[in-house]
T-cell receptor, first 114, second 111 residues
Framework: GAVVSQHPSRVICKSGTSVKIECRSL??????MFWYRQFPKQSLMLMAT?????????EQGVEKDKFLINHASLTLSTLTVTSAHPEDSSFYIC??????????FGPGTRLTVT | GDSVTQMEGPVTLSEEAFLTINCTYT??????LFWYVQYPGEGLQLLLK?????DKGSNKGFEATYRKETTSFHLEKGSVQVSDSAVYFC??????????FGDGTTLTVKP
């Protein structure tokens, strides 16, 4: 089946630093990748939609300068949290789609900002 | 816009009990419907799906039927196990891979 990986699975960083999270589709080429944020005991909040070779489309209320998304190839998208602060601590999940109705989710990245 | 409303949790059941988690939706078109499961500290796994009205999705003893007339996609399992304890998300997609999720229902099964 379609597999999506994320790296790292957990990261702890100091306030003010930047963190990059990678999302890879391992056995298929994804036309679109999505980035979600999940707070404890809450649902997934879509942050942005990313298509290979074009700028990401951000959801309302998501700061594009803070959450930089790069989709360099059909198998890789990255999310960089710039100048991270404790309120950015969260579980970040990516998913990949091949243009159909179905998404394949990564295992998530737990970000803790101290 | 599209929306998904799930039965509020948490839900606590004894092992071998019958499970129902309600899910209703609103959509402008004819969406595909999904149930995802999330175990602690992990991402989402697709549990089952249905792409058109009257389709029944099933997997690992779980079932859900796409009911267009009631705009529902309730999740059921006849006999739950402790290992089914997780958070369950109902979702819909109207294409291009983008999905709308419900708030999730936490299920705890006690031995």
């Amino acid at each position: 089946g379609a597999v999506v990986s994320q790296h790292p699975s957990r990261v702890i960083c100091k306030s003010g630093t930047s963190v990059k999270i990678e999302c890879r589709s391992l056995d298929f080429q994804a036309t679109t990748m999505f980035w979600y944020r999940q707070f404890p005991k809450q649902s997934l909040m879509l942050m942005a939609t990313s298509n290979e070779g074009s700028k990401a489309t951000y959801e309302q209320g998501v700061e594009k300068d803070k959450f930089l998304i790069n989709h360099a190839s059909l198998t890789l998208s990255t999310l960089t949290v710039t100048s991270a602060h404790p309120e950015d601590s969260s579980f970040y999940i990516c998913s990949a789609s091949v243009g159909s109705y179905e998404q394949y989710f990564g295992p998530g990245t737990r970000l803790t900002v101290t | 816009g599209d929306s998904v409303t799930q039965m509020e949790g948490p839900v606590t059941l004894s092992e071998e009990a019958f499970l129902t988690i309600n899910c209703t939706y609103t959509a402008t078109g004819y969406p595909s419907l999904f149930w995802y499961v999330q175990y602690p500290g992990e991402g989402l796994q697709l549990l089952l799906k249905a792409t058109k009205a009257d389709d029944k999705g099933s997997n690992k003893g779980f079932e859900a039927t796409y009911r267009k007339e009631t705009t529902s996609f309730h999740l059921e399992k006849g006999s739950v196990q402790v290992s089914d304890s997780a958070v369950y998300f109902c979702a819909l997609s109207e294409g291009a891979g983008k999905s709308t999720f419900g708030d999730g229902t936490t299920l705890t099964v006690k031995p």
